[in-house]
């Protein structure tokens, strides 16, 4: 099955402060996703990434850099936190270059910016 | 980019009736509308997802359907039970060969009652 975390759990930063979000994947997927969760906003894409040494721009980037340095990993880095990122953020991978559109999500990282 | 909606935000239903949760799309170029479950604390799971060739899809108790034309889909629960009880997310595959990415709606709370 589908194997995907995340690192850490629950973080709590303070405002300016620099964050850095881990995803690890071991379904040797060559796509990967960070998404926020809202109330009220359902899942929002930031950046995604096709492989190693790639990424994109998703719908909500400002404020979010991505690293993909392998194809298991996925970082998501808040140079400078602002409460107004405090959100629950899931990644996930996928292979959409199968034909299977199906993302598998980590357990989520639960960010509160202060 | 494309946009999803999706209706209600909140749905009661007793237990062992049905449930159904409505989407609309805006790009008639998506061709994949995958459904994920999301139990509080956890990360969201496909449950059931159409593709465009399709007009309906039906697991065990779960039917989706697909009217290209008028670019919605809808998700059915029949026979409705308490561990139907979750937050429910359409999706809509945006075009372009490989991204892999959705849109997502902003989730529907499912409370199944006895």
């Known amino acids: 099955e589908a194997a995907v975390t995340q690192s850490p759990r629950n973080k709590v930063a303070v405002t300016g402060g620099k964050v850095t979000l881990s995803c690890n994947q071991t379904?040797?997927?060559?796509?990967m996703y960070w998404y926020r969760q809202d109330t009220g906003h359902g899942l929002r894409l930031i950046h995604y990434s096709y492989g190693a040494g790639s990424t994109e721009k998703g719908d909500i980037p400002d404020g979010y850099k991505a690293s993909r340095p392998s194809q298991e990993n996925f970082s998501l880095i808040l140079e400078l936190a602002t409460p107004s990122q405090t959100s629950v953020y899931f990644c996930a991978s996928g292979e959409p270059t199968g034909g299977d559109y199906e993302q598998y999500f980590g357990p989520g990282t639960r960010l509160t910016v202060l | 980019g494309e946009q999803v909606e999706q209706l209600p935000s909140i749905l009661r239903v007793q237990e062992g009736s049905s449930a159904s949760i409505n989407c609309s799309y805006e790009d008639s170029a998506s061709n994949y509308f995958p459904w994920y479950k999301q139990e509080p604390g956890e990360n969201p799971k496909l449950i059931i997802d159409?593709?465009?060739?399709?007009e309906r899809k039906q697991i065990q108790e779960l039917i989706v359907l697909l009217d290209k034309k008028a670019k919605r889909f809808s998700l059915h629960i029949t026979d409705t039970q308490p561990g139907d009880s979750a937050m429910y997310f359409c999706a809509a595959s945006a075009p372009g060969a490989n991204t892999g990415k959705l849109t997502f709606g902003h989730g529907t709370i499912l409370r199944v009652h006895p």
């Open positions: 379904n040797n997927h060559n796509n």
């Open positions: 159409i593709r465009s060739n399709m």
